[in-house]
Nanobody, 116 residues
């Protein structure tokens, strides 16, 4: 599985961005996809997940502001980001998990910078 993120950039606080993650390869084997982020000097943290059945889960810090979704026809994962805050500044990574055999795939990341 190959993952390529896009859509990052510089935005003012309160603004919006939409990240995309295009998946290719054995996408039929993917059980779950997620967005993670890593701010400078901090550990990578989970932002949102979406399972094969479409159920979603969010980190408390982003609930109500960020929305994860996917378009299976395009093999693309999205993260709609609104009401952005400076603390949302980070490199955002897309991931795909295959359960059998267990493996996690990562994209290269896309930078999101929110100015105050």
């Amino acid at each position: 599985v190959q993952l390529v993120e896009s859509g990052g950039g510089l935005v003012q606080a309160g603004g919006s961005l939409r990240l995309s993650c295009a998946a290719s390869g054995s996408t039929f084997s993917i059980n779950a996809m997620a967005w993670y982020r890593q701010a400078p000097g901090k550990q990578r943290e989970l932002v949102a997940t979406i399972l094969r059945d479409g159920s979603t889960n969010y980190a408390d810090a982003v609930k109500g502001r960020l929305t994860i979704s996917r378009d299976n026809t395009k093999n693309t994962l999205y993260l709609q980001m609104s009401s952005l805050k400076p603390e949302d500044t980070a490199v955002y990574y897309c991931s795909a998990t295959i359960v059998v055999p267990f493996k996690i795939y990562w994209g290269q990341g896309t930078q999101v910078t929110v100015s105050s």
